[in-house]
């Protein structure tokens, strides 16, 4: 039928949804944002001591590593199930199961990003009196930092896509929205809360990519050097030139004689 409102025709691609039901999509897209970054957050906070546990030796690290692979390979709806007698329904369950996936990436980018530290920089930190402590947060972390942002980057985008599943117990975020329409075949829903699902993925990477260069530059290439190298070069050819010019008149002039 012309005119046919797109969504009686049920089509994928929708605007009318998307005006409609404008609230309903941000509300989800806030408590996805939420969810994610309190659960990367805590995270992070109980990775931090499990790697300095682990860097102690073989005899921690193998038990942390263990430990934190072996939760990443439990599914997710048993996860929660296993959770569900300790916090219940609520938003808790989700994020507490996300924080025990989230270890796994944690845990070892940490860990790298510590263990890459030269120890000749250790030694003289040592030597100008630095401690454990300060040893530890003045020279180690910000040495490290380049692994731990690329670690907080994978975890965060993989939180984004697992939050989802918090929908079987009403915390999904835009999951919550997924995963009715689904069973429903309201296609407009399903596309459109997917799509915002992606974008939210690709613009949390990305905003975490410029914090990385922001507090990691002299991770980048200087390109200064480069370019002088290049003006060098090109000062250098006119001379070059003169140069070969004067050798060969030299060369005729000496054969000449």
Known sequence: MAGQSCLVANDWICWEYVTSRSQELTDATIEH???????????????????????????????????????????????????????????????????????????????????????????????????????????????????????????????????????IVGKGGLGNLIAPAVSSSFKAQVLTASVLCVLLALAADLLLLGVERLLTPWTRAPRAPRRAGRAADRAADPARAGAAVASGASGASGKGA
């Open 33 to 167: 944002v939420w969810i994610t970054g309190i659960s990367v957050l805590i995270g992070l906070i109980v990775a931090v001591p499990l790697a300095l546990l682990a860097r102690r030796g073989r005899r921690w690290a193998a038990p942390v590593l263990g430990l934190t692979t072996l939760l990443y390979t439990i599914p997710s709806l048993a996860m929660f199930s296993l959770l569900l007698p300790l916090f219940g329904l609520s938003a808790s369950l989700v994020v507490t199961g996300l924080v025990l996936y989230s270890l796994t990436i944690l845990v070892r980018n940490v860990l790298a990003g510590l263990e890459a530290v030269p120890e000749d920089v250790r030694e003289a930190a040592r030597g100008m009196g630095y401690g454990p402590r300060r040893l530890l947060w003045q020279v180690e972390m910000p040495l490290a930092l380049p692994s731990v942002l690329a670690g907080i980057r994978i975890a965060t985008v993989s939180t984004i896509a697992l939050t989802t599943i918090g929908s």
